[in-house]
C-alpha cells in the first residue's frame, strides 16, 4: 500500500515533450506502491522554452528529483549544479538528483541497458563481439555503457555510413585499445558471422512498420543475441527472424525498466522493485493491443 498522499510525500516525475504516452509515471509509482515510500511521480510537458525555469522548480518546489527525456536531455545541462562523469561522457541527463538545493545529473540509460543485457540477455560484456545497427544517439549511450562494461569489440554500421566513422574516431579516442571500427552497410553480411551480439538501434520496425526490418532474415544465426531498443511492438521484426534463425533475443523493454530501476534507487535510496515494474510496464503495452 502507498501511504497516504501528505504534507510529507515527496515528489519525483517526468520533465518532457510530448510526456502523454510516457509509462513512467506508472512504472514509478506501482514501485513506491510496492516498497510503500511516500513519493509521487507526475508527467510535466515542459516547452523547450522553459525547460530553464522548469528545472529552477526542482529547487523551488522541493521535488526530489526528476527523469529527464526527450527534447530536453541535452538542454537540462547547463542549469545544474553537477554533472555525473557517464552523464559528461554521454552528453546527456536522465535523470536529476535534488540534494537539499544542489541539483544533480546522472545518465541511467546506458547502465540500464547494459544491467539488463546481463540478467535477462545473460551476456558476459568482455566476451561480447558487438555488430551496432545505428549511428544516433541511442548507439552513441549503448555504445560507450557497453565499453565502460568490459566489452573488447565494438563494430558500427549506419545508413549514413559518415556517421558510423565518426562515432567510431570518438568511442577509440575514448577507449584506446579496443578493438572499435565503423564499416559500411554493404559489410554486415560478412561482418556478422563474426558478431556475438547485435544491438538494433534504429527506427526501422517500430509501430506502425512492424514488417520492416534493418537487415535480411538470412544474415541471422544461432550465435547471435539479437537486442532491439525498440519495445513497440514487443517483438520487432527482426526479433522474430533471429528466432526462426535460433538465434536469441533481447527486448529492449528491458532498456527502460532498468534505467528506470537506477533513477529510482538515486531518488530514494532503496533497492527498486525491478519485477513489479516489469509487470506494470508489460501489462500497460500488451492492454494497448
Ligand atoms: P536515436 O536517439 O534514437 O538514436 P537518432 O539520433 O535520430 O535517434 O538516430 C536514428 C538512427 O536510426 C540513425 O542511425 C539513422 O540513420 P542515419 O544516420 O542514416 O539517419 C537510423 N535510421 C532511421 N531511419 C532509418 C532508415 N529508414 N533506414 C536506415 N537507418 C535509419
Known amino acids: 500500500m502507498m501511504g497516504e498522499i ?7 516525475g517526468l520533465f518532457g515533450h510530448p510526456v502523454g504516452h510516457s509509462l513512467s509515471p506508472l512504472m514509478h509509482n506501482r514501485a513506491f506502491q510496492e516498497l510503500g515510500l511516500p513519493y509521487l511521480y507526475a508527467a510535466f510537458d515542459i516547452e ?7 528545472v529552477e522548480s526542482i529547487r523551488a518546489l522541493g521535488l526530489r ?5 526527450i527534447p530536453h536531455k541535452v538542454a537540462v545541462m547547463p542549469f545544474l549544479d553537477e554533472i555525473d ?8 541527463v536522465n535523470t536529476i538528483v535534488n540534494e537539499n538545493g544542489r541539483l544533480i545529473g546522472y545518465n541511467t540509460d546506458g547502465r540500464g541497458y547494459v544491467q539488463s543485457l546481463i540478467e535477462e540477455g545473460n551476456i558476459n560484456p568482455p566476451d561480447a563481439r558487438v555488430l551496432m545497427l545505428g549511428a544516433g ?10 565499453l565502460r562494461a568490459g566489452v573488447e569489440r565494438v563494430v558500427i554500421t549506419n545508413r549514413t555510413y559518415a556517421k558510423a566513422e565518426q562515432l567510431a574516431v570518438e568511442l577509440t579516442q575514448l577507449f584506446p585499445g579496443r578493438d572499435i571500427r565503423s564499416i559500411p552497410v554493404e559489410q554486415i553480411a560478412c561482418e556478422i558471422k563474426e558478431s556475438t551480439l547485435l544491438v538494433q538501434t534504429t527506427s526501422i520496425g517500430m509501430h506502425p ?8 532474415a538470412e544474415y541471422l544465426h544461432s550465435r547471435l543475441l539479437v537486442s532491439d531498443l525498440i519495445y513497440n511492438p514487443l517483438q520487432t521484426r527482426i526479433q522474430r527472424d533471429a528466432l ?12 527502460f525498466i532498468y534505467q528506470g530501476a537506477l533513477s529510482f534507487e538515486y531518488w530514494t535510496g532503496r533497492k527498486a522493485p525491478v519485477h ?5 510496464v508489460l501489462a500497460s503495452l500488451t492492454a494497448d493491443k
Open 6 to 12: 501528505d504534507s510529507c510525500t515527496r515528489l519525483t
Open 48 to 54: 523547450p522554452s522553459n525547460i530553464a525555469s522548469a
Open 65 to 69: 528529483g526528476v527523469n529527464v527525456t
Open 85 to 92: 562523469e557517464e552523464a559528461r561522457q554521454i552528453g546527456a
Open 137 to 146: 544517439g541511442a548507439a552513441r549511450g549503448v555504445s560507450l555503457a557497453l
Open 209 to 216: 512498420d512492424n514488417e520492416a526490418s534493418p537487415i535480411p
Open 244 to 255: 526462426a534463425a535460433g538465434a536469441r533475443i533481447h527486448s529492449g523493454v528491458g532498456m
Open 276 to 280: 513489479i515494474m516489469r509487470e506494470a
